[in-house]
């Protein structure tokens, strides 16, 4: 048993690994984040198992697949019967609560079909992705001609900003996420060239200190009780906004300039060329915005670090620290333009490579503090880590967890490499499965890489697309209609066929269950092969030897 009691679980939503000083970025300081890693392990290689914010969360917090959970998109819900990470904790006496974002959405109809009621304590966790709730706070309040996006977003920090004196229906868009002119009108932050505007609110009210000082209100209620934390931070992710004194931080100067090239823009693939020429690949495929944008997210960076110094003071005066293990990743990355495109919806290491430095005060763990781990890790592979902290045996749920223990990497003992890594996207409610006349089930692609390749398999029927990561790290150039490299792709081809035949849908029983059956001979009765009785150990026919019974032949 780890000797980590709680477990604080920091998620950025659409942090890019290499925009941490730890990653090396030259210009962008984060030196609360460092701090963690220097104490703690760095994982260079870790990867997310969707390049989008729900399918890569779902995957997170039940340890498994996007095609094992099914949630394939955003707001497609977590069927009814996926075991989550609270359950999981639960079950080994640790508590299991959310601040901030999850963008799970609830399988109603199959509540409604299992007589679940969503305010009873079961049926809460089950619409929660499995946590108790402290404070669910999905960041996204936007409203259209069809109403909000999120009827539920923001609206405690709604009410919280109301009470400081931000008047108006909506202030998380008025104040917290847009500007302002001089004649007072409200420049959005929903508009890219408003992105260079410092937020109309004060800093401490913006979003990230606000869940901070949430987070910490929860732990100081916890006592003595084990838990896990799961602090969800809405930022980085768009709408690019930031307050100052972030949004005068960083100039041209200070931005690292975009990885793509000319060959890159002119791919003949219809599946590639289509992501760069939707609205956000074309906007960020222009300096100006690019610019604009690059000075918030920047900032918005800046402000996390900031808050993660209140947060882990408070944790170092309060003894926390001492007890607590600290993971630090983000879902998703951010193109920036990078490959002419922008969001994160494709497998560049851009978008589907994120940070991850995990903290264990363990003293098994002190051989490894400040060092950096190269192994090929999976966003799985959180949840059997946490079950092993708090206490029981991640192996012994392999049928459920297709993700592996961290705690062999930080305490420094041997263990097999995962050999590749997965991501899946399906992008069948996107615009562009309509203008390539996609079936749902072909508007489909997969992600396979090692440390040398990378392989993109589409379902469309489209060539696959292939990456050299030893000699183009930047994912330039496009072998995937090479001759000279078709050897390359069947290997690859054969690891995603591996994948995808493990038994993922068989969770109801262990492997280990099965195993215990093949031992010894029957016991329950079921006589099959047996010639003679002395062909059997006599306890296993002991009901059906030496009986007597009425003769009702006749």
Same mark, same amino acid.
């Given at each position: ?163 400081? /004196? ?56 916890? /006592? ?331």
């Amino acid at each position: 048993m780890a000797k980590a009691k709680n477990i604080l679980f920091i998620m950025f939503d659409q942090l890019r690994w290499d925009y941490l000083s730890c990653y090396g970025h030259p210009h962008l300081k984060t030196p609360h984040i460092d701090a963690i890693a220097a104490k703690g392990v760095r994982f260079d290689r870790a990867y997310i198992q969707s390049p989008l914010c729900g399918p890569s969360r779902m995957s997170t917090y039940t340890g498994r697949y996007v095609h094992s959970h099914g949630a394939s998109w955003n707001k497609v819900p977590l069927k009814v019967g996926e075991i989550t990470m609270g359950d999981h904790l639960r079950d080994a006496g640790m508590g299991c609560w959310l601040v901030g974002k999850t963008h799970m959405e609830a399988d109603a109809e199959g509540m409604r079909r299992l007589g679940l009621e969503p305010d009873s304590v079961i049926g809460a966790r089950v619409a929660e992705c499995g946590f108790d709730i402290w404070e669910r706070d999905d960041g996204m309040r936007p409203e259209g001609p069809d109403g909000f996006y999120d009827p539920g977003g923001a609206l405690k920090y709604n009410d919280y900003l109301r009470n400081k /004196g931000y008047e108006g229906e909506n202030p998380w868009h008025d104040y917290a996420n847009s500007g302002i002119d001089d004649a007072g009108n409200v420049l959005s932050g929903w508009f890219l060239n408003n992105s260079d505007q410092a937020a109309n609110i004060r800093e401490e009210d913006s979003e990230t200190p606000y869940l901070t000082r949430r987070g910490i209100e929860f732990i100081e209620a916890q /006592g003595d009780k084990p838990w896990c934390c799961h602090l969800s931070y809405i930022k980085p992710h768009w709408p690019y906004i930031v307050p100052e004194p972030y949004a005068s931080m960083y100039s041209p100067q200070d931005f690292l300039s975009p990885v793509r090239s000319e060959a890159e823009r002119e791919t003949d693939h219809p599946v590639y060329k289509g992501f760069q020429n939707a609205p956000v690949g074309r906007a960020f495929s222009r300096d100006d915005v690019r610019d604009k944008v690059l000075r918030a997210y920047m900032g918005l960076i800046k402000q996390c670090d900031d808050q993660m110094g209140v947060l882990f003071d408070w944790l170092k005066k309060t003894g926390r620290m001492d007890d607590t293990m600290i993971v630090i990743t983000s879902d998703h990355g951010d193109f920036l333009g990078d490959h002419w495109l922008g969001e994160k919806t494709f497998f560049h290491d851009a978008s589907v490579k994120v940070p991850l430095i995990v903290y264990d005060p363990s003293p098994e763990a002190d051989a490894t503090r400040g060092t950096v781990c190269d192994a090929l890790i999976e966003s799985i592979d959180l949840l059997p880590t946490f079950v092993e902290v708090a206490g029981q045996d991640a192996g012994k749920l392999d049928h459920i967890l297709e993700g592996r223990s961290l705690l062999p990497h930080l305490y420094g003992t041997a263990v097999p490499e995962r050999g590749f890594v997965i991501a899946e996207y399906d992008f069948s409610a996107s615009p562009l499965a309509g203008k390539l006349d996609l079936h749902p089930d072909q508007a489909r692609m997969f992600m396979v890489a090692d440390k040398a390749w990378k392989l993109i398999h589409f379902e469309s029927g489209h060539r696959p697309i292939l990456f050299d990561l030893a000699n183009d790290p930047g994912e330039i150039t496009d072998l995937g209609g090479s001759t000279e490299h078709a050897d390359v792709r069947a290997k690859l081809y054969d690891l995603l066929f591996e994948w995808a035949r493990r038994p993922a849908a068989r969770t109801t029983m262990s492997n280990d269950s099965f195993i215990a059956k093949r031992a010894g001979s029957p016991r329950h009765g079921v006589m099959i092969g047996i010639p003679e009785q002395s062909d059997a150990a006599p306890e296993a026919v002991a009901k059906y030897v030496g009986r007597k019974a009425v003769d009702k032949r006749s």
